[in-house]
């Protein structure tokens, strides 16, 4: 077992992700029909899913692979990951799918909108990450160390598909877990189906991972080398992608309605992933000196600060008509 390295920052970094992960699960347990199901999920994805290929890829870093990472050690590991790692992307992921749920959109372009949102998110997120560098008594370590290519495309010493990889890494989860979902309901609710299908949902989110299809995503390979500039080709082609299926979502399929309203208090975990997560990160980037990269956080921030802001005042205004016409059908 490996030493605990002491750096406060990091620490109450860690702390943060735990305290809002310990109140998404009341959350979960409060306003999901089925809440066994979908801790079960948040399970599945952190222990057989995120974490499984995290440690992977810090394996292959510690013998000394390039392309592959380390973590600098937290008090709650994973083997060689920290805790708060998988979960910081399970959050991210559950609250946009919640937020989705509200909308009528169809089911196929919700992992595209998750993708996007997780993107954006590790924009505020990773380059942070990458800076915050200690020399502690172990010496000197990263909160996280990218060992890249020679030649590979970066973005602050971050390969660029490592942005393009949250798109499909919480596209593929979103996917299967749909499906798992319509089984559920297909099945008439059946508990060994619930049971069943996050778990399989984790298997094969990682078995397609791991496959080429991630690295045809990532430059288009094998028709490209990973050093080549189609890193920035898919990065800009899976974003625009993305964004186009979210407008035509929204556009062609949503009337304007919502299932629920966004409450600031109700809905604090999930409003806190968006906005609270981009706006610590964006403090601990102008505590630490690291102005290069502030411009990158605070736009990612600015992204999510809208997003969440139309949806919320979107949501209120469709209640307060609701609320309008049924005051007037009553008194007409």
């Known amino acids: 077992m490996g030493n605990i390295t002491i750096v406060p920052v990091w620490m109450i970094q860690d702390i943060i992700v735990l305290i809002i992960a310990t109140l998404m699960i009341f959350y979960i347990i409060d306003n999901e029909e089925r ?88 924009f505020s997120l990773d380059p942070v990450a ?46 299967f877990i749909l499906i798992g979902e319509w089984w559920h309901k297909k099945s008439g609710y059946s508990k060994l189906i619930g049971y069943i299908y996050p778990v399989l949902a984790s298997i094969l989110s990682l078995v397609c991972l791991v496959s080429p299809i991630s690295n045809f995503f990532n430059y288009m390979g094998p028709f490209f080398t990973r050093t080549s500039n189609m890193q920035w080709v898919m990065l800009i082609a899976l974003s625009i992608i993305s964004v186009g299926i979210l407008v035509l979502a929204l556009v062609k399929y949503w009337d304007g309605r919502f299932v629920g309203s966004l409450d600031y208090k109700k809905d604090f975990p999930i409003m806190f992933t968006f906005l609270g997560f981009p706006f610590a990160n964006t403090l601990f980037c102008l505590i630490g000196g690291y102005m290069e990269i502030l411009w990158l956080v605070t736009l990612a921030q600015v992204l999510l600060l809208s997003g969440w ?24």
């Open 130 to 175: 990458v800076k915050q560098i200690f020399q502690t008594s172990e010496g000197l370590i990263g909160r996280w160390s990218y060992y890249p290519l020679p030649g590979e495309p970066v973005i602050y010493g971050e390969p660029v598909m490592n942005f393009t990889g949250w798109i499909y890494i919480a596209g593929y989860w979103t996917a």
């Open 309 to 332: 802001s139309c949806i919320y005042i979107l949501s209120k205004k469709s209640f307060t008509m609701k609320a309008s016409k049924q005051v007037n059908q009553i008194n007409g």
């Open 35 to 122: 809440p066994k199901i979908v801790l079960l999920q948040f399970v599945c994805f952190v222990f057989f899913y995120a974490s499984v290929f995290e440690n992977v890829a810090v394996f292959m870093g510690s013998i000394g692979k390039e392309g592959f990472y380390s973590y600098g050690r937290s008090i709650l590991m994973i083997f060689n990951v920290p805790l708060t790692v998988p979960i910081i992307e399970f959050l991210i992921v559950y609250s946009t799918l919640r937020v989705l749920k509200m909308i009528n959109i169809p089911s196929w372009a919700k992992p595209f909108i998750a993708g996007l949102s997780a993107l954006i998110f590790d």
